[in-house]
């Protein structure tokens, strides 16, 4: 995708929406983790990555004793994937103090980004995001605590030089991890199969970690509330740590930011005063309706409902100006669809899909709030013939899309999930889709590794669907993954959208839904 | 000189003096300097550190209107060299602030350090004392104040990556200077003669911006009580800013910390509680004794002299130890004598030197202690005489040093501030100096032209010291110091000690002795 920049939209801020969301904003919880062990950070050309973590010459025991001068470096590992705040007792050891301390922080979620860094950064996202500090000390002994979160696994501290007379002594390390939500809340599943087990207990991990102030899509980079995010966060969150409130809070921040069009934001920075981004995405705004619906269907908070159900209708009124006469949407260039960090696949097909789908949960929506639902009833119907008539290639029993017919596994995927065709029709088209297009590639994200995942589980290919969660999020765990990446591709295990694996988050909400899946279709 | 580490030395803590030396801590003035301009620091062979400030095409006025993205910089002129903290304030332009801000800051005493950063620094002092940062920002907007003290008249801001959809935006930029004294209460010279007011005023510079919590040798690099230092700081605050207190604070602190053999270090860090250095220099021990002369001539505070002549006497006492049976000082390895930082001279001559002269000034200091200085007197007449005939060859009318007769600049220098010779005999050496050793070439330090100039000034070379002052700090001046340089050869301008221009200090405490011998030898 290309950065939009529409530094000329203009939004509204409905302040009682907001106060809304502020009075929903979580108390965090925080737990003390010292680190389990000293790694050294070694190339492995045997890891997905190329990088691993190997056990130390030195042990964790003996930390105190250890001086460290000029070029010298330690590296901690957590022992799990941390969110949060890092602290350590220093102290100069030799001659008096002579000189500042000067140390070189690297946090990384993997071995990789330790690993690669020091090389130069060629990617497309800013280097900001880079998780290291350099740091002067002028005075010792001293407890240092980084002022700033990092979402982490490892922690490397180089000495950059002290000074020929002395050297640094570093003790009592300590990261105090926070999230919104307490992992001893929820129990892990037990499905007998070993891999299943460790894979929910990574999702539950990637989710509890993206739990902060708002549901962030990853807490290494972007720290932020996205739809896209927050619509399979809040699901697998019904489903585990039922934290309601911070939903409810999310819901409120889209809803009281949205565009003086009418368009909700793909996004919302919080870290000062709410802020919506210029960023935005056809599906990301429909999908405002589609984890509305999910939240009211699970918690029947009607208040919710009345309050944020005009700006849900908003989005579908929106959407409904782009179908042509033939019942079909065309895009408009400025609110491209997302799906997936793919770019190679025509996207309006799938477009037509996601309206359909979400015109369903606004229906749905539109009942509960006790409203009439027979033009968007009428609409729908439109939506689908015409859908059928003009996408679905009876012949080949696929969905076309664009001006060339493209077949495209997205298309299929969406056709299922907004139930274009009947429930037989769509198990024969997900039967062709396994046969034609499976195993899948090209796919570069567990955000659309879910949706296929989703539509084999509602077609009643559960074992498909069991084979497919083992395959690609049983491949991360493979690969050591103490929590799930925003970005993975099986058959080219080194692919990042921003062309450095470096800048990836390796803790992305989007991939937290095995526990979502598991527990709602499987056990 | 090489590092001396002696960690298991063990010092006194003299509490009652050092709570003197506490009770005299200075209230430090600050002063707001806004920068002057915005320059661009260029390469250019024609200065003598190889690069200059050139004044930039846009204007400080403009500042804030500038926008500054990945890989833009700013380099603001204060117009001066300041001591104290920097802060300006920041703001993001644009699509909202969807990364942190990486900056990198570079702070130059001269353009050099800011030009020569970033390339491979291999000096032999800690790269720790490089004034850089690299400070990443998670909110914008906001008023940066960088928490540590720069001595710098440049200050360099990059911007390493703010993200494709923002730029940053500085204004305000804001230095608060901070010094024990106010260089308005101090009148400059006016001597007719434009080199030489220029040279008074940039010693008088140098001179406030080292007098902080204590006499500083340079507020860049060490920030350190150094008595070397000390002794020629106080000298010339006494003929200008006259602090009294402070000169008494420091003498404390040396005092109140000597090693328990008796001992005083050269230097005490005093950034947390005192903390004695554990480097010894013969000279410098016996230099306590010559400053504690000079504070209690200019004073007449005699309590002080109470109190730390039992300290002074020590230092003369272990001396003396060192003095063999011909009447000549045997030097203690580990207690190596400095005068300069070039490194080729022998030094056993000027350590004689050195002891006779601080024999003098020991003896008077005892006769204002009102103590017997009887035995005192007849070893200063016997290291004369020994030194009259061991050390001096009349022939050459020149002192030879060492078991190769070498014959040496600083040999001479050091005998005729002794007085070892009469006063007529002491004019023909320097007579003899002159024609022979000018040229002054190999010396590296203001430290030590000092000395040379003193001693012409003794023996009536006025004429001959006004040119040396004009010749070597004149040619700092021409070079465009603000202040006076800690390094400095004429003859190879880019010499450093150090093994790099990036780590000199360039306002150093002992070159503001000009300020002193023109007011004491030429007004």
């Avoid at 690969?479 to 692919?495: G, H, I, L, R, Y």
Wanted: aromatic share 12%; proline share 5%; charged share 20%.
């Amino acid at each position: 995708m290309e950065f939009q920049t529409n530094t000329t939209v203009e939004f509204n801020r409905h302040t009682d929406l907001l106060e809304k969301a502020n009075s929903n904003r979580p108390h965090l919880i925080y737990q003390t983790v010292k680190p389990a062990r000293l790694v050294d950070i070694v190339a492995d050309s045997s890891s997905a990555l190329g990088y691993t973590a190997k056990e130390a010459k030195q042990s964790l025991a003996k930390l105190p004793t250890y001086q460290l001068g000029k070029g010298d470096s330690i590296t901690f590992d957590l022992g799990n994937h941390e969110v949060g705040h890092f602290s350590i007792h220093i102290n100069a050891c030799g001659s008096p103090m002579d000189a500042p301390l000067y140390l070189h922080f690297i946090f990384g979620e993997l071995p990789v980004e330790i690993g690669v860094n020091g090389e130069p950064y060629n990617g497309v996202l800013s280097q900001s995001w880079l998780a290291e500090e350099f740091i002067h000390i002028d005075k010792l002994p001293t407890t240092l605590e980084l002022p700033r979160r990092y979402a982490c696994r490892y922690i490397k501290i180089e000495v950059i030089d002290s000074s020929p007379k002395w050297k640094a002594q570093f003790s009592h390390p300590q990261f105090i991890a926070e999230s919104a939500v307490d992992l001893n809340t929820v129990t892990p599943l037990k499905t007998g199969d070993q891999l299943l087990d460790r894979i929910d207990e990574v999702s539950l991990k990637t989710l509890h970690d993206c739990m902060q102030d708002v549901f962030e899509d990853g807490p290494k980079r972007d720290r932020r509330l996205w739809i896209g995010d927050l619509r399979l966060q809040a699901l697998a969150n019904y489903e585990t740590f039922d934290n309601t409130e911070l939903v409810k809070r999310c819901l409120y921040l889209f809803g009281g930011l949205n565009a003086k069009d009418g368009w909700i934001t793909t996004n919302v920075f919080t870290q000062n005063e709410p802020v919506p981004d210029d960023t935005f995405f056809f599906d990301y705004s429909l999908f405002f309706i589609d984890a509305l619906a999910d939240y009211v269907e699970h918690t029947k908070d009607y208040t919710t409902l009345t309050d944020l159900y005009p700006i849900a209708k908003l989005q579908m009124d929106e959407a409904l100006k782009l179908v042509d006469s033939n019942n079909l949407v065309s895009l408009d260039p400025s609110r491209p669809v997302f799906v997936d960090w793919s770019m190679d696949f025509d996207r309006s097909a799938r477009a037509q899909a996601i309206l359909i789908y979400t015109l369903r949960h606004f229906i749905s929506l539109t009942s509960s709030a006790n409203k009439q639902t027979t033009s968007y009833n009428n609409t729908l119907n439109k939506l689908i013939e015409s859908t059928r008539s003009h996408l679905f290639d009876k012949q080949k029993n696929l969905f076309v899309s664009g001006p060339n017919k493209e077949v495209n596994l997205a298309s299929q995927i969406w056709m299922v999930l907004a139930q274009v065709l009947d429930e037989n029709e769509n198990v024969e088209l997900m039967k062709n889709v396994q046969n034609t297009m499976f195993p899948v590639t090209g796919i570069a994200t567990p955000y659309f590794y879910h949706h296929i995942v989703e539509a084999l589980f509602m077609t009643n290919f559960k074992t498909a669907g069991i084979n497919l969660i083992k395959r690609y999020w049983g491949k991360m765990v493979q690969e050591d993954a103490d929590t799930f990446w925003e970005a993975f591709k099986p058959e080219d295990p080194s692919f990042s959208p921003y062309g450095s694996l470096a800048i990836n988050s390796y803790c992305h909400a989007w991939s937290c839904t095995p526990a979502y899946l598991l527990r709602k279709y499987v056990i």
